[in-house]
């Protein structure tokens, strides 16, 4: 089964630091283009930062300076490493991940993980 395992979530005080990572359920499997995306109470799920397989990003404004997209192609893994957290950060975080199985493309989301930033 195609999926997208995502961990590094929990509670963290503000000004503090957090990295979620999101790999596919197989080794074997190719990551492409990866996004965090992120959906607080009550609000729509928001882009939080993208990154293609040659390296291009993109960052929403609100996390420009603090957050910091990456990937370990060898470990066909990305990362969303969170400085600086602030109350506002609260919410589900999602990976949206484009994977090669060696047969098929799949575009596929994580199952979220949450991110809590106390004040």
């Known amino acids: 089964q195609v999926r997208v395992v995502e961990s590094g979530g929990g509670l963290v005080q503000a000004g503090g630091s957090l990295r979620l990572s999101c790999s596919a359920s197989r080794s074997t499997f190719i990551i492409n283009d990866i996004g965090w995306y992120r959906q607080a109470p009550g609000k729509q799920r928001e882009l939080v930062a993208t990154l293609s397989r040659g390296g291009s990003t993109n960052y929403a404004d609100s996390v420009k300076g603090r957050f910091t997209i990456s990937r370990d192609n060898a470990k066909n893994t990305g990362y969303l490493q969170m400085n600086s957290l602030k109350p506002e950060d609260t919410a589900v975080y999602y990976c949206?991940?484009?994977?090669?199985?060696?047969?098929?493309?799949?575009?596929?989301w994580g199952q979220g993980t949450q991110v809590t930033v106390s004040s």
């Open positions: 949206n991940a484009e994977i090669f199985s060696g047969i098929s493309w799949w575009n596929l």
